[in-house]
């Protein structure tokens, strides 16, 4: 099982909010607009040797533009590490030069695996950026988050569907040994089958309209009784014990 591993790059310090078009005013009163707010913090950073480090937020209220992926080291095959239950998203903060090159990396949130934090470092510094650029085109550099995300469950994934009980325990028993402080039922591959559940249940319908006017969504069984029924039968499919049958 290959990897899924989608670079999804957001430039630290909140972008402006985009001004909203005011609701249709009276005509005697002038239609508001929404002020973008300001950059925290306003002014960029200095780097060791002196050199300007802006923020997504500071390079787009100067008018420029922002870094590009352009290339990225090809996703490793992740299966024996799925078979245990490790997988999640890896947070990091670096900074990235006139050049494009990346220095400073640091994760700024793990995915408390030792040996997925290993791999997702190694996949950012092997990657390569086009740099940010101020209102003249001219090269800056920008201090920036980049999540990456090894996630064994989707929707678009055959596999998902047919995940065994035994799989469902694994996954949900290393992510409540490692992520305590979470709830059991925030586990992505959980909502993900809610969901499934409800869009089939949706399609079997014949859509929303055939639901009532009320739009009242079929109930998914509770979390623990699922887990329970999984324990019971850890061979059979999980999506069998989660639509009962």
Request: net charge positive.
């Amino acid at each position: 099982m290959k990897s899924y591993i989608p670079f999804a790059m957001t430039v630290l310090a909140v972008s402006p909010a985009i001004a909203q078009p005011a609701p249709p005013a009276p005509a005697v009163a002038p239609a508001k607009t929404v002020a973008a707010k300001p950059c925290e913090p306003s002014t960029p950073e200095r780097g060791q040797n002196g050199e300007l480090i802006y923020t997504g937020c500071q390079v787009k209220a100067m008018g420029g533009t922002l870094p590009k992926l352009t290339s990225a080291p090809k996703g490793p095959d992740l299966s024996s590490l799925y078979q245990k239950g490790i997988q999640g998203e890896v947070v990091f903060d670096l900074i990235i030069g006139k050049d494009g090159s990346i220095r400073n990396v640091a994760i700024k949130g793990s995915s408390r695996s030792p040996e997925l934090d290993a791999i997702a470092t190694g996949l950012v510094s092997g990657s390569k950026f086009s740099p940010a650029a101020d209102h003249d085109g001219k090269p800056v550099d920008v201090r920036a988050a980049l999540p990456m995300y090894f996630w064994k469950d989707s929707m678009t994934d055959p596999k998902f569907f047919k995940k065994s009980c035994r799989d469902f325990l694994t996954d949900v028993g290393w992510r409540a040994e490692h992520f305590p402080e979470e709830k059991p039922e925030q586990y992505r591959g959980w909502l993900l089958a809610k969901g499934a559940m409800v869009i089939g249940s949706i399609r079997a319908a014949g859509g929303l309209s055939a639901i009532g006017q009320n739009r009242e969504f079929p109930k998914t069984p509770a979390y623990s009784d699922v887990v329970d029924g999984c324990k019971a039968k850890p061979d059979k499919l999980f999506f069998d014990v989660l639509t009962g049958r």
